[in-house]
């Protein structure tokens, strides 16, 4: 999960190509074009996963900016392990916008508007 995130912060989509299962995953061609500014990531909880499994679950909180407005995604993800590689499936998500006043969610306290919305 956290090699996820940090793979979209650094723009390899590739990575997130190759670690989406291939049952679900999308054309390489529709990551390449994401261009979101990744601000933080709060993993909530997570459900399975251990080196035993073959599935796993994890609650997560990211904050992001794209098109010049701030958000925030709730995503449950869905994993599967194979041949000892763990691989994205899919997940149950939903969005907020941050407000240009709300504090800015990289926990620096100022407001987004003066901060990562920049």
């Known amino acids: 999960?956290?090699?996820?995130?940090?793979?979209?912060?650094?723009?390899?989509?590739?990575?997130?190509?190759?670690?989406?299962?291939?049952?679900?995953?999308?054309?390489?061609e529709i990551l390449?074009?994401?261009?979101?500014?990744?601000?933080?990531?709060?993993?909530?909880?997570?459900e399975a996963g251990k080196n035993?499994?073959?599935?796993?679950?994890?609650?997560f909180i990211a904050s992001f900016v794209g098109g010049n407005k701030g958000k925030i995604l709730d995503e449950v993800s869905d994993?599967?392990?194979?041949?000892?590689?763990?691989?994205y499936v899919d997940g149950e998500s939903s969005t907020a916008d941050i407000?240009?006043?709300d504090s800015c969610p990289c926990g620096s306290g100022v407001k987004f508007k003066k901060c990562c919305l920049h």
């Open 1 to 28: 999960m956290r090699s996820r995130y940090a793979a979209f912060v650094l723009g390899l989509s590739e990575y997130i190509w190759r670690t989406w299962h291939e049952s679900t995953r999308p054309d390489l």
């Open 32 to 46: 390449g074009g994401l261009g979101l500014k990744w601000i933080d990531l709060k993993i909530e909880s997570s």
């Open 52 to 59: 035993t499994d073959t599935t796993g679950k994890v609650h």
């Open 79 to 87: 994993f599967i392990k194979e041949d000892g590689l763990w691989y």
């Open 99 to 101: 407000s240009r006043n």
